[in-house]
DNA sequence: GCGACAG
DNA sequence: ATCTTGTCGC
């Protein structure tokens, strides 16, 4: 029982052991935004993939869904187990595999330095970065409001990734890297991908994407509306 | 023991 | 994540 635990934490310790933090090896053509919803015991993977560097104009060029069923409960620290099966499921039936990912998660901000986004990253061998909408752990200060505002985020002396306002007067993203990218590279991505929302547009995207997906499997459950 | 705690 | 209407502000 408390064996499976032990199980769950040793994989994640050794996973975390594969992530590389460095800078971009190589330009981003493609990137993809991956996000989850879910209903029941159903966990809803999306993945939208865009063209990059998407200065102006943003070129969806394909969308893929994914829904599984998961007996994994949602456990701060542990979210990986319970929606990266579906998150990968999603990346992997877009027709082109994404040069780079962003996930609504974190990155290294995490207490093994594996979340989301970088246990993603290790299992794909691709480049990940993390936008999360809260903090999962670390300290910081509150960033100016303006736009491009940002202060690290800090686990005791080691910074782990940036907190980001991403919009004017809305709450900053927390953006750390994935897997084969570093701080500065994930916020310059993140910063790239906003249009005039909080989130950056391949995220959101794909949280689009997955909520309409959940609301037409809970129409069909509910049958054909009756009055 | 108490509080924190991605989605 | 999800349950949810109106409402304050740019």
Same mark, same amino acid.
Not at 160 to 178: A, E, H, M
């Given at each position: 029982?408390?064996?499976?635990?032990?199980?769950?934490?040793?994989?994640?310790?050794? /996973?975390? !052991?594969? +992530?590389?933090?460095?800078?971009?090896?190589? #330009?981003?053509?493609?990137?993809?935004?991956?996000?989850?919803?879910? @209903?029941?015991?159903?966990?809803?993977?999306?993945?939208? %993939?865009?063209?990059?560097?998407? /200065?102006?104009?943003?070129?969806?060029?394909?969308?893929?869904?994914?829904?599984?069923?998961?007996?994994?409960? @949602?456990?701060?620290?542990?979210?990986?187990?319970?929606?990266?099966?579906?998150?990968?499921?999603?990346?992997?039936?877009?027709?082109?595999?994404?040069? !780079?990912?962003?996930?609504?998660?974190?990155?290294?901000?995490?207490?093994?330095?594996?979340?989301?986004?970088?246990?993603?990253?290790? %299992? &794909?061998?691709?480049?990940?970065?993390?936008?999360?909408?809260?903090? /999962?752990?670390?300290? @910081?200060?509150?960033?100016?409001?303006?736009?491009?505002? $940002?202060?690290?985020?800090?686990?005791? !002396?080691?910074?782990?990734?940036?907190?980001?306002?991403?919009?004017?007067?809305?709450? #900053? &993203?927390?953006?750390? #890297?994935?897997?084969?990218?570093?701080?500065?590279?994930?916020?310059?991505? +993140? %910063?790239?991908?906003?249009?005039? @929302?909080?989130?950056?547009? #391949? +995220? $959101?995207?794909?949280?689009?994407?997955?909520?309409?997906?959940?609301?037409?499997?809970?129409?069909? /459950? %509910?049958?054909?509306?009756?009055?």
């Amino acid at each position: 029982m408390q064996k499976i635990a032990n199980f769950i934490r040793d994989t994640q310790n050794s /996973l975390a !052991a594969r +992530v590389k933090i460095t800078a971009l090896k190589r #330009p981003i053509k493609l990137v993809a935004g991956a996000d989850a919803s879910c @209903y029941g015991n159903n966990i809803i993977g999306s993945a939208c %993939l865009f063209t990059y560097p998407s /200065l102006d104009k943003l070129d969806k060029i394909d969308e893929s869904i994914v829904i599984q069923e998961t007996d994994f409960p @949602y456990i701060p620290g542990f979210l990986s187990f319970r929606e990266a099966p579906a998150l990968i499921g999603a990346i992997k039936g877009l027709r082109h595999m994404p040069d !780079a990912i962003i996930v609504d998660g974190q990155g290294i901000a995490h207490p093994r330095r594996i979340g989301l986004a970088s246990h993603i990253g290790v %299992l &794909l061998d691709t480049v990940t970065l993390g936008a999360a909408k809260s903090r /999962l752990i670390g300290t @910081y200060e509150e960033p100016g409001m303006e736009k491009g505002s $940002r202060s690290p985020l800090f686990d005791s !002396a080691e910074c782990i990734g940036v907190v980001l306002r991403s919009r004017t007067g809305v709450r #900053p &993203l927390f953006v750390s #890297p994935g897997h084969l990218i570093d701080i500065d590279g994930a916020v310059d991505m +993140v %910063l790239s991908c906003l249009s005039r @929302y909080r989130l950056p547009e #391949p +995220v $959101r995207c794909a949280h689009n994407a997955a909520s309409a997906a959940r609301q037409q499997r809970e129409a069909i /459950l %509910l049958g054909p509306p009756s009055e």
